[in-house]
């Protein structure tokens, strides 16, 4: 196909967007830079959020059965997955603004487009983060408190790059708070020691697919001043990359076999203990074909941990079953 017979961009279209979205293609035009302040066009992040929550949920319930709320937690963390990575990256694109207008990468994002006023967007964040709140309340009040509790490290990751070469590490925080909300809405109590440990896996989890998007920006970071565990580990990036698989591997086994040991059920055990292995196949995967000098590879791989995090998923869900 020529150029001129290509078809061309939609208005507006984020330059990392996944190409085809439903919102360049379905969405109603006045309501897609909303969307694309949300994210709704690049879903994997939804789904970087989500999968913790899912983690937890089913580790709690593999501990003493599924019951039939279980299914309102798990679709309750779906939407407010949605809505609050929409919230935070509206959040983030506000704080950011000036930043993401001297990157390639991030110009066309709606405010640095002009697509949005600083005010709409602010008033679009705060919508978002009410209908997250309004889920948040039907999931019992430890769930709620702790709910809550996550939204300081929200407030302060945008500005983590501006003070520390660990902001991925600040994000791990926050992206895997679902797993103590979920877990405490399931079982009605403060989490315990699997739960806190399954978090901590979460955490190395985020450093390792976080640190390989930054790969993306390291050239624009140096120019204006942004850390990032990128620009930290440099060529030193495939050891530190393969520390944090072993942290999320072992973090995760220790969590399965302190939380399923105690029920007695081998084959629980072992399916669960699966969901480690699984999830440690895929971050080898990773490290295996990661070019850090290659933009479009680094968001591939970036991209595909949402298959490494539902594989866990799946095994820590059937082993609730057993």
Same mark, same amino acid.
């Given at each position: 196909?020529?150029?001129?017979?290509?078809?061309?961009?939609?208005?507006?279209?984020?330059?990392?967007?996944?190409?085809?979205?439903?919102?360049?293609?379905?969405?109603?035009?006045?309501?897609?830079?909303?969307?694309?302040?949300?994210?709704?066009?690049?879903?994997?992040?939804?789904?970087?959020?989500?999968?913790?929550?899912?983690?937890?949920?089913?580790?709690?319930?593999?501990?003493?059965?599924?019951?039939?709320?279980?299914?309102?937690?798990?679709?309750? *963390? #779906?939407?407010?997955? $949605?809505?609050?990575?929409?919230?935070? *990256?509206?959040?983030?694109?506000?704080?950011?603004?000036?930043?993401?207008?001297?990157?390639?990468?991030?110009?066309?994002?709606?405010?640095?487009?002009?697509?949005?006023?600083?005010?709409?967007?602010?008033? $679009?964040?705060?919508?978002?983060?009410?209908?997250?709140?309004?889920?948040?309340?039907? &999931?019992?009040?430890?769930?709620?408190?702790?709910?809550?509790?996550?939204?300081?490290?929200?407030?302060?990751?945008?500005?983590?790059?501006? &003070?520390?070469?660990?902001?991925?590490?600040?994000?791990?925080?926050? @992206?895997? $708070?679902?797993?103590?909300?979920?877990?405490?809405?399931?079982?009605?109590? /403060?989490?315990?020691?699997?739960? $806190?440990?399954?978090?901590?896996?979460?955490?190395? /989890?985020?450093? @390792?697919?976080?640190?390989?998007?930054?790969?993306?920006?390291?050239?624009?970071?140096?120019?204006?001043?942004?850390?990032?565990?990128?620009?930290?580990?440099?060529?030193?990036?495939?050891? %530190?990359?393969?520390?944090?698989?072993?942290?999320?591997?072992?973090?995760?086994?220790?969590?399965?076999?302190?939380?399923? #040991?105690?029920? #007695?059920?081998?084959?629980?055990?072992?399916?669960?203990?699966?969901? #480690?292995?699984?999830?440690?196949?895929?971050?080898? %995967?990773?490290?295996?074909?990661?070019?850090?000098?290659?933009?479009?590879?680094?968001?591939?791989? &970036?991209?595909?941990?949402?298959?490494?995090?539902?594989?866990?998923?799946?095994?820590?869900?059937?082993?609730?079953?057993?």
């Amino acid at each position: 196909m020529t150029p001129s017979a290509q078809k061309p961009e939609p208005e507006g279209r984020v330059a990392d967007a996944v190409r085809g979205n439903w919102v360049d293609r379905l969405a109603p035009e006045a309501t897609r830079p909303y969307l694309r302040l949300s994210r709704a066009d690049r879903p994997i992040g939804t789904w970087l959020l989500l999968l913790p929550c899912w983690w937890g949920l089913a580790l709690a319930a593999a501990v003493d059965g599924w019951r039939p709320a279980d299914l309102w937690i798990a679709a309750g *963390c #779906a939407l407010g997955a $949605w809505l609050m990575r929409g919230a935070g *990256c509206t959040w983030n694109d506000i704080t950011d603004r000036e930043f993401d207008a001297s990157v390639a990468r991030t110009r066309s994002r709606p405010i640095p487009s002009g697509q949005v006023t600083v005010r709409q967007a602010v008033v $679009w964040m705060v919508a978002q983060t009410v209908l997250a709140g309004m889920i948040l309340l039907t &999931f019992g009040p430890v769930a709620i408190l702790l709910g809550i509790s996550s939204l300081g490290i929200v407030a302060v990751y945008p500005f983590a790059k501006r &003070f520390t070469w660990w902001p991925q590490a600040v994000l791990g925080l926050a @992206f895997n $708070w679902g797993v103590i909300v979920a877990w405490s809405a399931h079982t009605g109590t /403060w989490p315990g020691l699997p739960a $806190w440990l399954l978090y901590a896996a979460g955490i190395a /989890w985020t450093l @390792f697919y976080d640190t390989i998007y930054a790969h993306q920006d390291k050239e624009d970071d140096v120019l204006i001043g942004v850390k990032s565990t990128a620009r930290l580990f440099g060529a030193e990036t495939g050891k %530190w990359l393969a520390r944090f698989l072993v942290a999320a591997v072992s973090l995760m086994a220790v969590a399965v076999l302190l939380a399923l #040991a105690p029920t #007695a059920q081998v084959l629980r055990l072992v399916v669960g203990l699966a969901a #480690a292995w699984a999830l440690g196949w895929h971050l080898y %995967w990773q490290v295996s074909r990661l070019d850090i000098d290659n933009p479009e590879s680094c968001l591939a791989l &970036f991209r595909k941990n949402r298959d490494g995090g539902l594989l866990a998923a799946l095994f820590l869900a059937v082993a609730g079953f057993l």
